[in-house]
């Protein structure tokens, strides 16, 4: 058993312990209602040992008849965000009164009495340390009884647990600060320890994943990028985009190739099985969301899911006012952006922990899951703000929850925690110079075609919409419904439309262009990044052709002050990174002048030098500024924690890993690095592991 539940109270007094709970609450539910019918004129309860009564066979009803509705109605649960599940337990609520008292309580009486209960619940619950885990247990246990048999070893499984976005220096400064009480106390305990590590450049989630799950991220610029021999913009929110991107990457021999699952992440690195994971949620064979029926089998799992993101949805709305009216710098965050929050912070978390749970108990021999929440959260409110250190609290709870059941695995298991990349705090490009990264492109352009710079579709909506995908996939009549009615929500390319409809459009417009109808001019931002290309002339742009299309353009980019510097490849030089006040040739390292990216890292010049290899790199590859002494970066979107570049602590994520693994022989640089790194580490426990053909050879 791992070291981390060495302090963990024997099992006779944590089963004890989970009884006492569950009658308290049981208790606090009847209070609940006892005091709920002496309000609502509708509910006739006359006694608290009646409310008890309700209570209990409200609880037999949910146990018998709730699971035949999940069964049946799985995607309309959860595509309900709950609603579905409040009205069934109105219904129960309302059939329970009336077997136990004989009364005709009415339906708007029983919806008030669900509801009052249900938060009520969610928040005893919560305190009392009650959260439904041990009934989703056993719901699983009954349901895998033979696959546990097959899965029964000593060799320790391994679950991946990623935080997105989390860079290495906010993660220590949240142990200190008690934001991660469970990773503090594995650290104490010395059944962990940090491992830092740098990633690529893109230092984004499309290209880390791709390079931390299949070990190869090649040829992957941004999160967006325009190929210009295809006239195709690609996109790593997009569910026929990633799924190209796998089938680039992928040799078969992925970190989860034999026998794991993928739950919630972008690419599925090679997993037999997986859930809400974007590359291949169109693949019926790999792609189920009948993995999430267990945790829906709970009556109030769903509706409790529901509160808690009402609840998150409060609190957004609390932490943006206080912003403003603090005068900190800030963006614009409302719309459907508090919807959209809860949907990743509380929905994508509760959905990823469940399904972690049951590969527990099933035993799978090893399981990798993104939780989006911090990522999302510190890119609109900071990295380091309240709000997002608040998430990465509750994230810190969901790896207690699984720490919990490990002892019901018929396998030891090793918790790592993880990052993909970090985030670098700064205010936008736009707020400090009051125009945009194309707009500054436009004005020193020369050309006839214009400049097309199609909005970012946030990351968050090409989540949604592969989530709908696959709940649309599945083949209950809650299945097909759920297809009919996300059809006009959901792209042709599985990317959620919501806000970020007219984004799509121009993608598309962009992508089905003819050759002669393509824009002079293509800018996409990713992070502090920024990627010019220029579709009409075929191949990649020299600095001298460049020049002489668009005298000046070049020049004025890097002269900019809000911008550290701008690559290009030149015809005399090779490629060369130019700055404000000096330049720096990637081929034999000289510097003219001030060195560009002095600021940006020991590395930055391999990594420039790398990016310039990719066929798909643009003819203009563009950094916002980096401002050591402030230790933050000029992104070109609307973030206030932005990554996708260079510089700061975006390239620096980290792994918590078990202290019994070795120490790596050197600094772990790139995502494919730590890919193979991790095969390692399963190896030396004893878990088989597919070779890579480079690792053969």
Same mark, same amino acid.
């Given at each position: 058993?791992?070291?981390?539940?060495?302090?963990?109270?024997?099992?006779?007094?944590?089963?004890?312990?989970?009884?006492?709970?569950?009658?308290?609450?049981?208790?606090?539910?009847?209070?609940?209602?006892?005091?709920?019918?002496?309000?609502?004129?509708?509910?006739?309860?006359?006694?608290?040992?009646?409310?008890?009564?309700?209570?209990?066979?409200?609880?037999?009803?949910?146990?018998?008849?709730? @699971?035949?509705?999940?069964?049946?109605?799985?995607?309309?649960? !959860?595509?309900?965000?709950?609603?579905?599940?409040?009205?069934?337990?109105?219904?129960?609520?309302?059939?329970?009164?009336?077997?136990?008292?004989?009364?005709?309580?009415?339906?708007?009486?029983?919806?008030?009495?669900?509801?009052?209960?249900?938060?009520?619940?969610?928040?005893?619950?919560?305190?009392?340390?009650?959260?439904?885990?041990?009934?989703?247990?056993?719901?699983?246990?009954?349901?895998?009884?033979?696959?546990?048999?097959?899965?029964?070893?000593?060799?320790?499984?391994?679950?991946?647990?990623?935080?997105?976005? %989390?860079?290495?220096? !906010?993660?220590?400064?949240?142990?200190?600060?008690?934001?991660?009480?469970?990773?503090?106390?594995? %650290?104490?305990?010395?059944?962990?320890?940090?491992?830092?590590? #740098?990633?690529?450049?893109?230092?984004?989630?499309?290209?880390?994943?791709?390079?931390?799950?299949?070990?190869?991220?090649?040829?992957?610029?941004?999160?967006?990028?325009?190929?210009?021999?295809?006239?195709?913009?690609?996109?790593?929110?997009?569910?026929?985009?990633?799924?190209?991107?796998?089938?680039?990457?992928?040799?078969?021999?992925?970190?989860?190739?034999?026998?794991?699952?993928?739950?919630?992440?972008?690419?599925?690195?090679?997993?037999?099985?997986?859930?809400?994971?974007?590359?291949?949620?169109?693949?019926?064979?790999?792609?189920?969301?009948?993995?999430?029926?267990? +945790? +829906?089998?709970?009556?109030?799992?769903?509706?409790?899911?529901?509160?808690?993101?009402?609840?998150?949805?409060?609190?957004?709305?609390?932490?943006?006012?206080?912003?403003?009216?603090?005068?900190?710098?800030?963006?614009?965050?409302?719309?459907?952006?508090?919807?959209?929050?809860?949907?990743?912070?509380?929905?994508?978390?509760?959905?990823?922990?469940?399904?972690?749970?049951?590969?527990?108990?099933?035993?799978?021999?090893?399981?990798?899951?993104?939780?989006?929440?911090?990522?999302?959260?510190?890119?609109?409110?900071?990295?380091?703000?309240?709000?997002?250190?608040?998430?990465?609290?509750?994230?810190?709870?969901?790896?207690?929850?699984?720490?919990?059941?490990?002892?019901?695995?018929?396998?030891?298991?090793?918790?790592?925690?993880?990052?993909?990349?970090?985030?670098?705090?700064?205010? @936008?490009?736009?707020?400090?110079?009051?125009?945009?990264?194309? /707009?500054?492109?436009?004005?020193?352009?020369?050309?006839?075609?214009?400049?097309?710079? @199609?909005?970012?579709?946030?990351?968050?909506?090409?989540?949604?919409?592969?989530?709908?995908? #696959?709940?649309?996939?599945?083949?209950?009549?809650?299945?097909?419904?759920?297809?009919?009615?996300?059809?006009?929500?959901?792209?042709?390319?599985?990317?959620?439309?919501?806000?970020?409809?007219?984004?799509?459009?121009?993608?598309?417009?962009?992508?089905?262009?003819?050759?002669?109808?393509?824009?002079?001019?293509?800018?996409?931002?990713?992070?502090?990044?920024?990627?010019?290309?220029?579709?009409?002339?075929?191949?990649?742009?020299?600095?001298?052709?460049?020049?002489?299309?668009?005298?000046?353009?070049?020049?004025? %980019?890097?002269?900019?002050?809000?911008?550290?510097?701008?690559?290009?490849?030149?015809?005399?030089?090779?490629?060369?990174?130019?700055?404000?006040?000096?330049?720096?040739?990637?081929?034999?390292?000289?510097?003219?002048?001030?060195?560009?990216?002095?600021?940006?890292?020991?590395?930055?010049?391999?990594?420039?030098?790398?990016?310039?290899?990719?066929?798909?790199?643009?003819?203009? %590859?563009?950094?916002?500024?980096?401002?050591?002494?402030?230790? #933050?970066?000029?992104?070109?979107?609307?973030?206030?924690?932005?990554?996708?570049?260079?510089?700061?602590?975006?390239?620096?994520?980290?792994?918590?890993?078990?202290?019994?693994?070795?120490?790596?022989? /050197?600094?772990?640089?790139?995502?494919?690095?730590?890919?193979?790194?991790?095969?390692?580490?399963?190896?030396?426990?004893?878990?088989?592991?597919?070779?890579?053909?480079?690792?053969?050879?």
């Amino acid at each position: 058993m791992p070291a981390a539940l060495t302090n963990q109270p024997p099992a006779r007094r944590r089963l004890f312990g989970f009884v006492v709970r569950v009658i308290a609450l049981g208790l606090i539910q009847a209070l609940t209602l006892w005091g709920a019918a002496a309000i609502i004129p509708e509910i006739d309860v006359p006694s608290f040992v009646a409310a008890l009564d309700v209570v209990i066979v409200l609880a037999i009803f949910g146990s018998l008849i709730w @699971p035949l509705i999940t069964r049946l109605l799985l995607p309309l649960t !959860v595509v309900t965000f709950g609603l579905l599940s409040l009205i069934a337990t109105t219904a129960m609520v309302w059939l329970s009164l009336s077997v136990v008292d004989q009364s005709q309580p009415t339906v708007l009486g029983s919806f008030f009495v669900a509801l009052l209960m249900t938060v009520v619940s969610t928040i005893a619950g919560t305190l009392l340390d009650v959260d439904g885990d041990a009934y989703h247990l056993r719901v699983v246990r009954r349901r895998m009884r033979k696959a546990r048999g097959a899965n029964e070893t000593d060799v320790p499984g391994v679950i991946f647990f990623e935080i997105d976005g %989390l860079g290495e220096q !906010v993660l220590r400064e949240a142990v200190a600060a008690g934001y991660a009480p469970t990773i503090a106390r594995w %650290l104490a305990d010395g059944s962990h320890r940090i491992v830092g590590w #740098e990633c690529d450049l893109s230092s984004q989630t499309g290209a880390s994943q791709a390079g931390l799950l299949l070990g190869s991220n090649e040829n992957m610029p941004a999160f967006r990028w325009y190929e210009k021999e295809r006239g195709v913009l690609m996109v790593s929110s997009s569910v026929a985009d990633t799924a190209e991107m796998e089938r680039r990457a992928s040799t078969g021999s992925g970190l989860l190739a034999v026998g794991g699952t993928s739950r919630g992440n972008l690419l599925s690195g090679d997993a037999p099985r997986a859930s809400a994971t974007l590359s291949v949620v169109r693949d019926k064979q790999r792609s189920h969301s009948s993995e999430f029926f267990a +945790f +829906f089998s709970d009556p109030s799992g769903m509706t409790r899911t529901l509160v808690l993101s009402v609840h998150d949805m409060m609190l957004e709305k609390l932490a943006y006012w206080r912003q403003i009216r603090s005068g900190q710098e800030h963006v614009h965050r409302g719309g459907v952006y508090p919807l959209l929050r809860a949907a990743m912070t509380v929905v994508m978390r509760e959905l990823n922990t469940a399904t972690l749970l049951a590969d527990i108990v099933e035993g799978v021999p090893v399981a990798y899951s993104t939780y989006v929440g911090y990522d999302e959260v510190a890119h609109h409110s900071g990295i380091r703000a309240p709000d997002a250190l608040t998430v990465l609290r509750r994230l810190d709870r969901q790896l207690l929850r699984l720490e919990r059941a490990l002892p019901q695995a018929p396998r030891p298991y090793e918790i790592v925690v993880l990052s993909d990349h970090g985030q670098s705090q700064g205010r @936008p490009f736009r707020q400090r110079c009051g125009i945009t990264l194309d /707009e500054v492109v436009e004005q020193a352009c020369t050309g006839d075609g214009g400049v097309s710079a @199609p909005p970012a579709v946030a990351e968050s909506w090409g989540e949604i919409g592969g989530w709908l995908t #696959e709940l649309g996939n599945d083949d209950s009549a809650g299945g097909r419904m759920v297809a009919r009615a996300t059809r006009s929500f959901v792209g042709d390319d599985g990317v959620a439309l919501g806000s970020g409809r007219e984004a799509q459009e121009q993608h598309q417009a962009i992508t089905n262009a003819a050759e002669d109808e393509r824009p002079e001019v293509i800018v996409l931002a990713s992070g502090c990044l920024g990627l010019i290309s220029f579709p009409r002339t075929p191949g990649r742009l020299t600095l001298e052709e460049i020049e002489r299309q668009h005298p000046g353009l070049v020049a004025s %980019l890097a002269a900019h002050p809000d911008i550290g510097w701008v690559m290009v490849r030149s015809e005399a030089e090779g490629a060369v990174v130019l700055g404000a006040e000096g330049s720096y040739r990637l081929s034999n390292d000289s510097v003219n002048g001030v060195n560009p990216i002095a600021d940006f890292g020991a590395n930055a010049a391999d990594h420039l030098r790398r990016h310039d290899s990719f066929s798909h790199c643009p003819d203009l %590859l563009v950094s916002g500024a980096y401002l050591p002494a402030e230790d #933050e970066i000029v992104p070109f979107e609307d973030f206030m924690g932005s990554h996708g570049g260079l510089g700061g602590a975006q390239m620096h994520p980290f792994a918590v890993v078990p202290s019994s693994w070795s120490e790596s022989a /050197e600094p772990i640089v790139g995502a494919a690095t730590m890919h193979r790194q991790l095969k390692s580490w399963m190896a030396e426990g004893g878990l088989p592991i597919v070779e890579t053909p480079a690792a053969l050879n």
